[in-house]
């Protein structure tokens, strides 16, 4: 079976470009969520969906962050404009259901590296 | 405000001995904890959970053990193979939908 299939794994850009992160869930799984990872502060949540619909995006640094999901197979994460700050690596992950009964399976993530 | 704190960056211990990886947590709201293992390039990859109704999970090589008094759960892996090097994560979740990871510790199994 296919996992959480994430794209592209590596993106340099520069200062003030825009990036687009993508992820294709687990089919089946109606919980989408964007995790980033950092030295600093670990993995941590940015924004999760239901059936399509952002539920809680508290986790979202700053409005220059915005995440969609316009259907159940395709989400994007995009930073615009980006700054060196949002260096990171950032994962997808998608789960049967948003309790911990039901495990969060991930991608293997999207190395950013913003010059 | 770190609720789920794993407090030893690193372990390293001979293959087949037990490793065992701790995990402290401070809210008590939580009522699953799950391990994680991750390779380098790779996403964390969920190995083990637990309910905190439970004191105790197993599958094969891998024991969870929760002591809720405490606050603190450990994961046991008998016996280690230097195949289970890698850093595994701690996480545990409440109603909220979030799930907050440790820091991770690295585990190092030397052959």
């Known amino acids: 079976d296919a996992g959480v299939i994430q794209s592209p794994r590596h993106e340099v850009t520069e200062m003030g470009q825009e990036v687009t992160l993508r992820c294709k869930p687990i089919?089946?799984?109606?919980?989408l969520f964007w995790y980033r990872q950092t030295m600093m502060r670990g993995l941590e949540l940015l924004i999760y969906?239901?059936?399509?619909?952002?539920?809680?995006d508290s986790g979202m640094p700053e409005d220059r962050f915005s995440a969609k999901m316009p259907n159940a197979s395709f989400s994007t994460l995009k930073i615009q404009p980006s700054e060196p700050r949002d260096s990171a690596v950032y994962f997808c992950?998608?789960?049967?259901?948003?309790?911990?009964?039901?495990?969060?399976?991930f991608g293997d993530g999207t190395r950013l590296s913003i010059l | 405000d770190q609720q789920v704190k794993q407090n030893s960056p690193s372990l390293s211990v001979q293959e087949g001995r037990i490793s065992i990886l701790n995990c402290d947590y401070t809210?008590?709201?939580?009522?699953?904890f799950l391990w994680y293992k991750k390779y380098p390039a790779e996403g964390p990859t969920f190995l083990i959970s637990?309910?905190?109704?439970?004191d105790k999970n197993e599958d094969g090589r891998f024991t969870v053990f929760l002591n809720k008094s405490a606050k603190h759960l450990s994961l046991h892996i008998v016996p280690s193979q230097p195949g289970d090097s890698a850093v595994y994560f701690c996480?545990?979740?409440?109603?909220?939908?979030?799930?907050?990871f440790g820091q991770g510790t690295t585990l190092q199994v030397k052959p």
């Open positions: 992950a998608s789960s049967f259901s948003e309790f911990g009964n039901q495990p969060q399976h």
């Open positions: 089919s089946g799984h109606d919980y």
């Open positions: 969906f239901n059936n399509n619909v952002p539920i809680d």
């Open positions: 809210n008590s709201m939580f009522d699953y």
């Open positions: 637990i309910s905190s109704i439970k």
């Open positions: 996480a545990a979740i409440g109603n909220t939908g979030k799930l907050i």
